[in-house]
């Protein structure tokens, strides 16, 4: 959800908005600049939180396109969330090769929905695992605190995704 410039000043303060307005968004290291901001007034683990839940609430709810939401979910994986290991080990074997629906325009249509058709076979285990790791951070079982770092309260036998990945794959 984007939220409108009046939205960001009211829901944050004054100056947090006018100290991203005053930025100068056309230097070279404007990105870190930008995240001291952010993170006096959103901690960085809030955020990092709420990206991965919004990113499995898209694969729930079918938001998006899952070609690309996988391929951010593996990037997320391998830096250091292991708890999204079967979504991320998905999308290495075999979904990075089908073409992203913003692509479409450079693929015969026959050929884009036929490379896409094995999504349809996934889905359901994808939103099955989404569905888990959801109830785990509602639960507050799982819990960033850091970029690529997290707490994991969950009991060994619900860390299947680290213990038995071939269930998982097979089930």
């Known amino acids: 959800m984007a939220l ?5 000043e009211s829901i944050y303060n004054h100056d947090f908005y006018f100290n991203l307005l ?4 056309r230097k070279k290291h404007i990105k870190t600049e930008l995240v ?14 709420s990206r991965i839940i919004s990113l499995l609430k898209n694969i729930i709810f079918e938001k998006g396109d899952v070609v690309e939401i996988l391929e951010q979910l593996y990037d997320d994986y391998c ?10 080990l998905t999308y290495i074997t075999g979904i990075d090769a089908i073409p992203k629906l913003k692509q479409g325009d450079e693929w015969d ?11 349809n076979d996934i889905k359901p285990k994808l ?10 951070f509602q639960k507050e079982r799982l819990i960033i605190t850091e970029e690529n770092d997290y707490l994991d309260y969950r009991r ?10 071939n269930r998982m794959f097979n089930e």
């Open 4 to 8: 409108k410039t009046q939205e960001i």
């Open 22 to 25: 005053d930025l100068d968004y």
């Open 36 to 49: 001291k901001i952010i993170e006096m007034e959103i901690p960085l683990g809030e955020f990092e939180q």
């Open 79 to 88: 830096s250091g969330y292991s708890f999204l290991r079967f979504l991320g």
């Open 109 to 119: 249509k026959n050929e884009f929905n036929s490379r896409r058709e094995i999504l």
């Open 127 to 136: 939103i099955k695992e989404a569905e888990r790791l959801l109830s785990f």
């Open 156 to 165: 060994e036998e619900e860390k299947i995704e680290l213990n038995n990945i």
